[in-house]
Nanobody
Framework: QVQLVESGGGLVQPGGSLRLSCAAS????????MNWYRQAPGKERELVAT???????TYADSVKGRFTASRDIAKNMVYLQMNNLKPEDTAIYTC??????????WGQGTQVTVSS
C-alpha cells in the first residue's frame, strides 16, 4: 500500500534552514503529484508546495523564494528545502501523494519549530 514517511523536522532559529524528506513506497512514484502541506496550531492546513514532476513546481506566496520542492525518482524521495525560516513557518509539515483519480495519500507529518 501507499506509504509516505517524512523526516528532517526540528527546531531552528529564525533565518536558518531545514530540509524535509518524504520517503515514498507502494506506488508508481513518478506518476503521482507530490504536495507539501503544513498546519500550525489553530490554523487551517495550507498547501505549501506542489511538485508535479518534470521540474514543474508551484508554491504558496508565503514561501516563494525561500522554499524549494524537488523529487528524486531513483530514490522515491521528495524533498522540501526551507531557507530563511521565520517563526510563522512553525507547523507540522506533511507530504501527500495524489494520483490521476485525485486520490490523496498522507504521511504522518514532521514538526518544524522556528524560534530563538
Amino acid at each position: 500500500q501507499v506509504q509516505l514517511v517524512e523526516s528532517g523536522g526540528g527546531l531552528v532559529q529564525p533565518g536558518g534552514s531545514l530540509r524535509l524528506s518524504c520517503a515514498a513506497s507502494g506506488f508508481t512514484f513518478s506518476t503521482f503529484t507530490m504536495n507539501w502541506y503544513r498546519q500550525a496550531p489553530g490554523k487551517e492546513r495550507e498547501l505549501v508546495a506542489t511538485e508535479k514532476g518534470g521540474g514543474i513546481t508551484t508554491y504558496a506566496d508565503s514561501v516563494k523564494g525561500r522554499f524549494t520542492a524537488s523529487r528524486d525518482i531513483a530514490k522515491n524521495m521528495v524533498y522540501l528545502q526551507m531557507n530563511n525560516l521565520k517563526p510563522e513557518d512553525t507547523a507540522i509539515y506533511t507530504c501527500s501523494a495524489v494520483n490521476w483519480l485525485n486520490n490523496h495519500y498522507w504521511g504522518q507529518g514532521t514538526q518544524v519549530t522556528v524560534s530563538s
